[in-house]
């Protein structure tokens, strides 16, 4: 989530407390957060970076795509 936050916001130093909005994050830079972090095999949806707004709260609601798909019955 760090490397991704970095990338989109094109800043190079942050931490998991600093707020993806006051950092310089909009609705279309969370869009973009979203589609990074699911190619990165991390599944969690735009409304959520709005009601979790750091990376460590966006963390504890993150799901791993692999865990999901493994719990998906054949």
Not at 5 to 13: G, M
Not at 15 to 30: C, R
């Amino acid at each position: 989530l760090c490397s991704i936050w970095s990338s989109v916001l094109a800043i190079s130093t942050l931490g998991i407390e600093d707020n993806f909005f006051e950092l310089g994050g909009d609705s279309i830079l969370a869009i973009q957060v979203v589609a990074q972090a699911r190619t990165a095999g991390l599944d969690f949806r735009v409304r959520q970076i709005f009601s979790h707004p750091t990376i460590s709260t966006l963390a504890s609601v993150c799901n791993s795509l692999a865990a999901k798909d493994s719990s998906v019955d054949p």
